[in-house]
């Protein structure tokens, strides 16, 4: 059966999060999961959202999503695209679903004239850094991320360093 990909609507919320919550679980994080439907649905599909989404699916079953926005690099002078989650299903792996999500965001990076299409792999995540790797993906070592969240960040912008 072939692989159909489509933009996401608001109706998959609950989709996107059960896919959310499973990757969270594959990365050993489930307990940083903090948002609901309602939550997807107002972030990513509300007015003003400048994140997307796309859904996999085979044979009218939905088998995987992606997540992504547009970025800036001020050295090229173009925007990016930056992949802020891939998943497909463990029954689904292997058929291509993480290949053809991939080439499918590579397109529309090319379509908008992008400069960059990036995203982040943990350290640990051997089977996808090979994936990664296998069609020239290559890691940007020099760089550290660095990250303020909950009352770090909070204190920060209240002015309590």
Request: charged share 25%; with cysteine; proline share 4%.
């Amino acid at each position: 059966m072939p692989l159909h990909i489509r933009p996401a609507t608001a109706e998959d919320a609950a989709l996107i999060l059960r896919f959310i919550t499973d990757l969270a679980i594959y990365e050993k994080a489930e307990h940083e999961v903090k948002t609901d439907v309602a939550g997807i649905r107002d972030s990513l599909f509300g007015e003003g959202s400048t994140t997307q989404a796309l859904i996999c699916e085979r044979d009218g079953a939905p088998i995987g999503y992606a997540v992504y926005f547009f970025n800036y690099s001020t050295w090229l002078g173009k925007h990016g695209l930056y992949l802020e989650d891939l998943y497909v299903s463990p029954e689904a792996r292997g058929l291509g679903a993480g290949k053809a999500l991939l080439r499918h965001l590579a397109r529309i990076a090319v379509e908008r004239g992008c400069g960059r299409f990036e995203w982040a792999v943990l350290d640990w995540n051997t089977p996808a850094i090979e994936f990664y790797e296998s069609f020239g993906a290559r890691p940007q070592d020099e760089w550290t991320t660095y990250r303020l969240a909950g009352d770090a960040l909070s204190a920060f912008a209240a002015g309590e360093d």
